[in-house]
């Protein structure tokens, strides 16, 4: 079978790239965290501002933000502008912590799977419980801190992973990848997709197949809106097309990102990953999940332990289409991610370096500091 041929508008360096534009900021204002929605793309890149705790919730829930790490960074700037409004109204420090708490909690329940979302929130609030004896003014201007520092290490983790990554790739390498792990997901260059970005910023050229991942389309919608954008090689392709290419002989390697890791490489992430892994063994091709270290969850002992998100079955039935697919009474089944097998995966790649099998070992090594 004939390659699918290079599209010549990936090269088109007039092309407007998402790769430097930030998908979480804080507002120059400080009252609103400013989102790219991401429901919007490929057809219109629109910001969006969110300052009220169920605009934040909304947000998170309705994947307007998503991706594990731009969920974490997006949280900690929304904790923090909240931050900032309850220390008008805080009576006490007492009053300000309890308020935080609420927020926290409320802003945490959005999406269960991405365990970034609770580790920034935690991480946030944990500045407030440590100090008591700062004045809240002081105080928010800590959080603010904070928050910015988790944007920052968030970039820097996904440049390290990025370049790690790239280094198990070779020019000419075709990549296989789902769901959207790139810059809009991470900031930065991203995790899943960053080698793919970093290969070609250092002058490795890659094909990619883009898994279309269904129901939600990140695949399609961000992921080839991202590699196209950038002037990389990308193909689309239906989710269940990635056995035929794997068949076919172009594909060197997979590459995915996490949305939580236990702590025996049992990794979670979009709904369609284990399926690739399951196909990526049967055709001896390379496995590689990418993540930051805050995606281990080092109280999750394995793939049991993660709560899996079950989400509208309108997303499968309605969503995508003028007219339903489906008859209304129609049960739908529609789990958000699923749990590779530690088994299937070949290495984890993380900011603080490439943990190989057997990830028990591996993975808790990079926590002995
Ligand atoms: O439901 P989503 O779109 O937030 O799911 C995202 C994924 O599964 C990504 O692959 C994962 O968060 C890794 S992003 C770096």
Same mark, same amino acid.
């Given at each position: 079978?004939?390659?699918?041929?290079?599209?010549?508008?990936?090269?088109?360096?007039?092309?407007?790239?998402?790769?430097?534009?930030?998908?979480?900021?804080?507002?120059?204002?400080?009252?609103?965290?400013?989102?790219?929605?991401?429901?919007?793309?490929?057809?219109?890149?629109?910001?969006?501002?969110?300052?009220?705790?169920?605009?934040?919730?909304?947000?998170?829930?309705?994947?307007?933000?998503?991706?594990?790490?731009?969920?974490?960074?997006?949280?900690?700037?929304?904790?923090?502008?909240?931050?900032?409004?309850?220390?008008?109204?805080?009576?006490?420090?007492?009053? !300000?912590?309890?308020?935080?708490?609420?927020?926290?909690?409320?802003?945490?329940?959005?999406?269960?799977?991405?365990?970034?979302?609770?580790?920034?929130?935690?991480?946030?609030?944990?500045?407030?419980?440590?100090?008591?004896?700062?004045?809240?003014?002081?105080?928010?201007?800590?959080?603010?801190?904070?928050?910015?520092?988790?944007?920052?290490?968030?970039?820097?983790?996904?440049?390290?992973?990025?370049?790690?990554?790239?280094?198990?790739?070779?020019?000419?390498?075709?990549?296989?990848?789902?769901?959207?792990?790139?810059?809009?997901?991470?900031?930065?260059?991203?995790? #899943?997709?960053?080698?793919? !970005?970093?290969?070609?910023?250092?002058?490795?050229?890659?094909?990619?197949?883009?898994?279309?991942?269904?129901?939600?389309?990140?695949?399609?919608?961000?992921?080839?809106?991202?590699?196209?954008?950038?002037?990389?090689?990308?193909?689309?392709?239906?989710?269940?097309?990635?056995?035929?290419?794997?068949?076919? #002989?172009?594909?060197?390697?997979?590459?995915?990102?996490?949305?939580?890791?236990?702590?025996?490489?049992?990794?979670?992430?979009?709904?369609?990953?284990?399926?690739?892994?399951?196909?990526?063994?049967?055709?001896?091709?390379?496995?590689?999940?990418?993540?930051?270290?805050?995606?281990?969850?080092?109280?999750?002992?394995?793939?049991?332990?993660?709560?899996?998100?079950?989400?509208?079955?309108?997303?499968?039935?309605?969503?995508?289409?003028?007219?339903?697919?489906?008859?209304?009474?129609?049960?739908?089944?529609?789990?958000? !991610?699923?749990?590779?097998?530690?088994?299937?995966?070949?290495?984890?790649?993380?900011?603080?370096?490439?943990?190989?099998?057997?990830?028990?070992?591996?993975?808790?090594?990079? !926590?002995?500091?």
């Amino acid at each position: 079978m004939t390659q699918p041929q290079s599209n010549p508008a990936a090269t088109d360096a007039a092309s407007p790239t998402v790769v430097n534009v930030d998908a979480v900021e804080l507002a120059p204002s400080k009252d609103a965290v400013v989102i790219i929605d991401q429901t919007l793309l490929p057809n219109r890149l629109e910001h969006i501002d969110l300052q009220t705790p169920k605009q934040m919730y909304d947000a998170i829930f309705q994947l307007k933000v998503r991706g594990a790490p731009a969920i974490g960074v997006c949280s900690g700037y929304c904790y923090y502008v909240l931050a900032r409004q309850e220390a008008q109204q805080a009576s006490s420090y007492q009053d !300000f912590v309890a308020r935080m708490q609420q927020h926290r909690d409320y802003l945490n329940s959005s999406r269960p799977t991405a365990v970034n979302l609770q580790w920034a929130l935690d991480r946030m609030h944990a500045v407030t419980t440590s100090h008591s004896d700062t004045n809240l003014s002081d105080l928010v201007d800590l959080l603010e801190a904070e928050a910015r520092a988790i944007h920052s290490e968030d970039v820097a983790m996904s440049e390290e992973i990025s370049r790690l990554g790239a280094s198990l790739l070779h020019d000419g390498d075709g990549v296989l990848t789902h769901c959207n792990a790139g810059p809009l997901a991470c900031l930065g260059y991203g995790t #899943g997709q960053g080698p793919l !970005f970093y290969a070609h910023d250092h002058g490795k050229e890659v094909h990619v197949f883009a898994d279309e991942t269904r129901p939600l389309l990140q695949g399609a919608r961000l992921t080839s809106y991202e590699l196209q954008r950038a002037g990389i090689d990308v193909t689309l392709i239906c989710d269940n097309m990635a056995s035929l290419v794997m068949k076919n #002989g172009w594909v060197q390697a997979c590459m995915v990102g996490c949305d939580r890791v236990a702590m025996n490489g049992d990794a979670a992430n979009k709904i369609g990953t284990s399926g690739v892994a399951i196909l990526a063994a049967h055709y001896g091709i390379p496995f590689y999940v990418l993540g930051p270290t805050s995606t281990i969850d080092r109280n999750c002992p394995t793939g049991d332990d993660i709560h899996i998100e079950l989400r509208d079955p309108d997303e499968i039935k309605t969503m995508w289409y003028a007219e339903p697919k489906a008859l209304p009474e129609v049960k739908c089944y529609n789990p958000a !991610f699923d749990v590779t097998d530690h088994n299937l995966i070949t290495a984890i790649i993380t900011e603080k370096g490439i943990c190989r099998p057997p990830y028990t070992q591996s993975l808790a090594a990079l !926590f002995d500091d």
